[in-house]
Every structure is written in C-alpha cells, then in structure tokens.
C-alpha cells in the first residue's frame, strides 16, 4: 500500500472516530485502540523517511501523536485539546486554516 493512500485513508477513519468521541457516540478507548492499531499498521510499510509529503499527512501525524501522548478521555476534561484537534479536523474537511503549532513527523521504526 502507498503511503498516500495509508494516509487518506487513515485520515477519513480517525475523522469518523474522533467525532464519534466528541458526540459521546463511540467510547474513548475505541479511538485510543485505533491510534496503537494504526502506528503497527504503520510499521509494516518500514517507512524510512520521516518527512510528511504533504500538509494533510502532518497534521494527520499530529494528531496521531497528541493522541499517543495523551488518552482520549481528555476529550471531556481539556477544551484546548478538544479545539486543537477539532482545528486538524476542519483542516481536513477543507474548512480551516492549517492548524497553529502543527508539527507533524512521520514515525520511524
């Protein structure tokens, strides 16, 4: 699989799941299962670079990360968190600006 399409595709997933959090509609720990799914997915295209292509593929790597460093129950108990990662997903809809502060890298085996 190339790595634009592992991206878009995981960019159109974990759209659905984090909304799907923020609505109280699928439990935290479904996204955070997601995300430890999507980094071993990750490691069996043994990616060498860890520079994004594109502006898409950097966000999606910063949110994966705030989601690696912190749990998804901070959905409920941050609202920077929740605006920070509402901001990547409009961005991706195509609706918003490239988010502040985004620093996305890809992750290396």
């Known amino acids: 699989m190339a790595i634009e399409h592992f991206i878009n595709e995981k960019i159109t997933q974990i759209r659905i799941y984090i909304n799907a959090v923020i609505n109280h509609t699928l439990h935290y720990t479904e ?3 997601f995300v430890e799914h999507t980094m071993s997915e990750w490691t069996l295209l043994n990616v060498s670079d860890e520079t994004p292509s594109s502006a898409r ?23 920077y968190f929740k605006s920070e990662i509402s901001t990547c997903l409009e961005f991706f809809a195509g609706i918003g600006s490239y988010p502040i502060d985004c620093v996305g890298w890809r992750p290396l085996p």
């Open 31 to 33: 996204l955070d299962l």
């Open 57 to 79: 593929e950097r966000v999606f790597w910063h949110i994966m990360h705030e989601l690696s460093l912190h749990s998804s129950k901070k959905f409920d108990s941050d609202l």
